[in-house]
């Protein structure tokens, strides 16, 4: 599976939209997008999956472009309730064993 | 209902021990995970099982093994425990192993 590349941290204002990119240049035809969102001290938990364009959900926006090496995960306007730990996986349509979590990305939402 | 649920909790043991950790999930899901998270948070897999197939993950040690009585339990046993193994112990699972996962709150672990 390919491997990704996210930003360790980032930190955001209230109110703001947030975007985090994820680069996963060895992506193939089978694979698609997946974020997951982990809380302190609970278990991570599905936020969005796509495989091109643009899905979207009551929670975040993901954009997948053309060339599929990259995508972007949008949560718009958060709150401080949005702390967390972002965490972009590459998953195969097929086989097991497809849950490969990366380092993640520390979202801290500031007042 | 909680969908993945772990026992215990908390589990706070001596070295060399052997310990076991309960997870029960009543999602009707066929696949079933076991992942370690250190003190640096980063999430490893550690098995992925479904009702044909258990697939190890090379690194972990054979003092973990997976037990599955049947399809809604995936407990995980822990040999000889080591100062090592102190992480928090995450149980998950989905339908395939492409959808959506579901994960338990997690079995904090304390090796003393």
């Known amino acids: 599976l390919a491997k990704t590349t996210q930003p360790i941290s980032m930190d955001s204002y209230e109110g703001q939209e947030v975007n985090i990119t994820c680069s996963h240049n060895?992506?193939?035809?089978?694979?698609?997008i997946t974020w997951y969102q982990q809380f302190p001290s609970q278990g991570p938990r599905f936020i969005i999956q796509?495989?091109?364009t643009k899905v979207t959900n009551e929670v975040a926006s993901l954009f997948i472009p053309a060339d599929r090496k990259s995508s972007t995960l949008s949560l718009p306007r958060v709150s401080l309730s949005d702390t967390a730990v972002y965490y972009c996986l590459v998953v195969r349509l097929t086989g097991a064993n497809n849950l490969f979590f990366g380092t993640g990305t520390r979202l801290t939402v500031i007042p | 209902d909680t969908a993945v649920s772990q026992t215990p909790k908390y589990l706070v043991t001596q070295m060399g021990n052997d310990k076991s950790i309960k997870c029960e999930q009543n999602?009707?899901?066929?696949?079933m995970y076991w992942y370690k998270q250190d003190s640096k948070k980063f999430l490893k897999i550690m098995f992925s099982y479904n009702n044909k197939e258990l697939i190890i993950n090379e690194t972990v040690p054979n003092r973990f093994s997976p037990k599955s009585p049947d399809k809604a339990h995936l407990n995980l046993h822990i040999n000889s425990l080591e100062l090592g193994d102190s992480a928090v112990y995450f149980c998950?699972?989905?339908?395939?192993?492409?959808?959506?996962?579901?994960f338990g709150q997690g079995t904090r672990l304390t090796v003393v």
């Open positions: 060895n992506i193939a035809t089978n694979d698609y």
């Open positions: 999602l009707g899901h066929d696949t």
């Open positions: 998950a699972s989905s339908l395939t192993g492409f959808t959506e996962a579901f």
């Open positions: 796509g495989y091109k």
